[in-house]
């Protein structure tokens, strides 16, 4: 069972505009949640992380919420450029595994256009 | 540098074929991690470790074997590649608090 649900699953906007893209997650004992971005057949690079409830972070143009009751989060791009075209994932630290096993969403495509 | 180096970045084997995919870290963390990514699924574990000679299976391990034989260095073996193995392989490490995750660049394996 996916444990980690991200929409929508793809977006298209322009060059400029803001967009917001969501993640919602059962999983439980839930512990840190991270965004990561994904330029194609390249590696993910973090954009953000979250820990606490009601975090919120920013970076830049990325800034992120997270609502640990509601177990959702979501990434906030503002005035987007053409190199954020990219796949978005939202990754879930499981804090029940002394492990820490991650858990991850099949991710939002975003493609900009000018 | 923080760095998680993955080799090769790309292979193509026949089935039946062995292959070995390389993954060294410079980032002194203890957990590494090998997951395979394919179109319409997110990132699945395959196998993890949290130090050398430790190995912990993941959720798709069939098919898979793993060593980690110092911190810095975990590979991941298939010695029967089938193409249902073709996919791309994602390495990496992470600090014992969470705070820190590294991502490799990805290798690409075709199995023909």
Request: proline fraction near 3%; hydrophobic fraction near 30%.
């Given at each position: ?6 929409s ?7 060059q ?63 005035a ?6 990219a ?6 630290g499981?804090?029940?595994s ?14 900009v256009?000018? | ?19 070995t995919?390389?993954?060294?870290q ?14 319409g ?5 395959i196998?993890?470790s ?25 590979f991941l073996?298939?010695e ?5 193995q073709?996919?791309l ?5 992470r ?10 660049e ?7």
């Amino acid at each position: 069972k996916t444990q980690v649900e991200q929409s929508p699953q793809s977006l298209v906007v322009r060059q400029g505009e803001n967009c917001v893209l969501q993640c919602n997650y059962s999983v439980t004992p839930d512990n840190h949640l991270r965004w990561f971005k994904q330029d194609t057949g390249k590696g993910l690079v973090s954009l953000t992380v979250l820990v606490h409830e009601n975090d919120k972070t920013s970076n830049g143009r990325y800034s992120a919420t997270l609502d640990k009751d509601a177990k959702h989060s979501t990434l906030h791009i503002t005035a987007t450029l053409l190199d954020d075209t990219a796949t978005y994932i939202c990754v879930v630290g499981d804090r029940g595994s002394a492990l820490g096993r991650l858990h991850f969403g099949a991710g939002t495509q975003l493609i900009v256009i000018p | 540098e923080a760095a998680v180096t993955q080799s090769p970045r790309n292979k193509v084997t026949v089935t039946g074929g062995n292959v070995t995919l390389s993954c060294r870290q410079t980032n002194s963390h203890n957990y590494m991690y090998w997951y395979r990514q394919d179109t319409g699924h997110g990132l699945r574990l395959i196998h993890y470790s949290y130090g050398a000679g430790n190995l912990q299976i993941g959720d798709v391990p069939d098919g898979y074997k793993a060593t980690r034989t110092t911190q810095e260095d975990f590979f991941l073996l298939l010695e029967l590649a089938s193409p249902s193995q073709t996919s791309l392989y994602f390495c990496a490490s992470r600090d014992n608090s969470g705070n820190t995750l590294y991502f490799g660049e990805g290798s690409r394996l075709i199995v023909v």
